[in-house]
């Protein structure tokens, strides 16, 4: 997949699973390649701002396998953000199709 397009959604992806369950680097990295390919060491500093900025919060959480971890939990100002950027996208997205959508009528001609 293209990186651009990668980067520009990747912070509404991390929103997206973390409201749906808190979970850890690692795990929100496993869950967003199920989809999307990304690199860990793009995913912490995104994690780093979103936390920074409020979106996220923060708690260890224990494990049966090892260390505490650090878990990432979605805010009530991360749940506002995230619902503005569905929107967005939503907008977005739906005008991408429609060019799409008019460019292969026009090289069909």
């Excluded at 994690?47 to 939990?73: D, F, H, W």
Aim: charged content about 30%.
């Amino acid at each position: 997949m293209n990186v651009q397009f990668k980067k520009g959604v990747l912070e509404l992806c991390v929103l997206i699973l973390i409201a749906d369950k808190d979970q850890y680097g690692y795990e929100l990295a496993q869950n967003i390649s199920d989809k999307i390919e990304v690199a860990e060491g793009t995913l912490y500093p995104l994690l780093r701002r979103l936390t920074k900025e409020g979106y996220l919060s923060t708690y260890l959480g224990e494990s049966t396998e090892g260390p505490p971890r650090k878990y990432y939990a979605i805010t009530e100002k991360g749940k506002s953000y995230m619902e503005k950027l569905i929107y967005e996208w939503r907008q977005f997205s739906s005008a991408v199709d429609q060019f799409i959508k008019e460019g292969v009528k026009h090289g069909d001609k």
